[in-house]
């Protein structure tokens, strides 16, 4: 096999496997520092890789503008869902929450996948 496809299918895989850590990561820092089992994860990682697509192909910023703006796009929108919606579950419940929490993430992910449509 050419050294060059082996060099790319490494550089790939490094590269996947870094999204996947990122995500796992992330999901288990909602889940730690929150005890909320965020079903929507997923939804606003797809939502950060739309907002980098569309800032490098369409403004035609460079990669690493373009991953920024994803994540800085990223963080608002879990900002905004925590403030709008965890915050006031949180406000209301007091303690057993986290059945609620579960049943809103679930409600949030079918949301945002079928505005995505």
Same mark, same amino acid.
Not at 61 to 89: E, K, T
């Given at each position: 096999?050419?050294?060059?496809?082996?060099?790319? @299918?490494?550089?790939?895989?490094?590269? %996947?496997?870094? @999204?996947?850590?990122?995500?796992?990561?992330? @999901?288990?820092?909602?889940?730690?520092?929150?005890?909320?089992?965020?079903?929507?994860?997923?939804?606003?990682?797809?939502?950060?890789?739309?907002?980098?697509?569309?800032?490098?192909?369409?403004?035609?910023?460079?990669?690493?503008?373009?991953?920024?703006?994803?994540?800085?796009?990223?963080?608002?929108?879990?900002?905004?869902?925590?403030?709008?919606?965890?915050?006031?579950? %949180? #406000? %209301?419940? #007091?303690?057993?929450?986290?059945?609620?929490?579960?049943? @809103?993430?679930?409600?949030?992910?079918?949301?945002?996948?079928?505005? #995505? %449509?």
């Amino acid at each position: 096999m050419d050294p060059t496809i082996m060099q790319n @299918l490494l550089v790939a895989g490094l590269l %996947r496997g870094g @999204l996947y850590a990122l995500m796992a990561v992330g @999901l288990a820092l909602v889940f730690g520092v929150m005890n909320i089992c965020h079903f929507a994860h997923g939804e606003y990682y797809v939502l950060g890789a739309y907002a980098a697509y569309f800032a490098f192909v369409t403004y035609g910023l460079n990669p690493i503008p373009a991953i920024l703006s994803a994540a800085v796009l990223s963080f608002f929108a879990g900002v905004i869902s925590d403030r709008l919606l965890f915050y006031q579950l %949180r #406000k %209301r419940s #007091k303690g057993e929450w986290v059945m609620n929490a579960f049943l @809103l993430t679930a409600g949030l992910s079918v949301v945002v996948q079928t505005v #995505k %449509r």
